[in-house]
C-alpha cells in the first residue's frame, strides 16, 4: 500500500511539471546464449524511452524476453529524477558536478516491485554525451532493504567515418542478511547502420555484453552459476 502511495505521489507530481524538453523512443532485439539462473538461450524485445523534462528527466524500459524453454517473462523499470537546477532549489555545479537531482526507480516484474530513492549527479565530461551517478536506498518487497550505486553514461565517437556509439550502466547493490553483494556491468558498442544507407531514422547494430556478478544477490557456486559473462547481438531502432 505504502509503495502504491508512492508511486501515486511521483507521478502526480510528475502530470504537474509536464513540459517535454525533448525524447527518444527506441526498440531493440537482443539474442544471447549464456544467460544465468534460467535458461541460457534467450531473446529480448526492449520497448525504451528517455526524456529531458522541465522538472528533470526520466528513463524507462520494458523487457519483454523469450527463453528458449520456459515461460514468457516481463520487466520494467522507470527511473524519474527531480532537477534541483531546474525546479529552483539550488544550482550544484562544483567540478565535474553540473547538478544534483532527487532520483528514483521502480523495478517491476511479476515477482515483486522495488522502490529505489537517493540522490543524482550529472557531471560533465569532455566527449561523452552524458555522464551519471546515483546513490540510492533500495526498498525491496520481498528481502532486506540495501543500498545501490548506478553509473550510467553514453560516449559517441566517429572512426573511419563511421558513426558509433558506447553505452550502458553500472549497478552495485550491498549485501544483506538475505542475499550477496552484487555488480552489474552492462554495456552496448554499437555502429550506426543508417547513416552509410542513408536512413533518417537512426538504427543502430552491435554488441551488448553483460558482466554480472552474484546476478540477483544470488552467490555464485560451482552447483550454482550465477556470475554472467553474456555477449548479445543488438539492432536497436530509435524513432
Not at 525533448?22 to 524511452?49: A, C, K, M, P
Not at 558513426?163 to 547493490?173: I, T
Request: hydrophobic share 40%; proline share 3%; charged share 20%.
Amino acid at each position: 500500500m505504502k509503495k502504491t502511495l508512492l508511486l501515486a505521489t511521483l507521478f502526480c507530481s510528475i502530470q504537474a511539471h509536464s513540459a517535454v524538453l525533448w525524447q527518444d523512443f527506441r526498440v531493440s532485439y537482443l539474442t544471447g546464449n549464456n544467460y544465468r539462473l534460467g535458461d541460457n538461450n534467450r531473446d529480448i524485445y526492449t520497448f525504451e524511452h528517455a526524456a529531458a523534462t522541465s522538472w528533470g528527466d526520466s528513463f524507462f524500459f520494458l523487457d519483454h524476453i523469450r527463453p528458449d524453454t520456459g515461460d514468457l517473462t516481463n520487466y520494467a523499470e522507470w527511473a524519474p529524477r527531480w532537477s534541483f537546477s531546474k525546479l529552483g532549489l539550488a544550482e550544484v555545479k562544483w567540478g565535474l558536478i553540473s547538478d544534483m537531482t532527487f532520483a528514483t526507480t521502480v523495478e517491476m516484474s511479476s515477482q515483486a516491485t522495488h522502490l529505489l530513492y537517493g540522490v543524482g549527479f550529472n557531471l560533465d565530461i569532455p566527449k561523452f554525451r552524458y555522464f551519471q551517478v546515483n546513490l540510492y536506498r533500495r526498498n525491496n518487497e520481498k528481502r532486506s532493504d540495501n543500498w545501490q550505486t548506478t553509473i550510467t553514461w553514453g560516449l559517441p565517437f566517429e572512426l573511419a567515418n563511421q558513426e558509433f556509439l558506447y553505452d550502458g550502466f553500472l549497478d552495485w547493490a550491498s549485501a544483506t542478511e538475505d542475499h550477496n553483494a552484487n555488480l552489474n556491468m552492462t554495456s552496448q558498442l554499437k555502429w550506426l547502420l543508417s547513416k552509410p544507407l542513408n536512413i533518417e531514422d537512426k538504427i543502430y547494430l552491435g554488441f551488448e555484453y553483460v558482466f554480472w556478478l552474484n546476478k540477483f544477490g544470488v552467490k555464485d557456486q560451482p552447483n550454482l552459476r550465477s556470475n554472467e559473462y553474456n555477449l548479445n547481438l543488438l539492432l536497436k531502432w530509435h524513432f
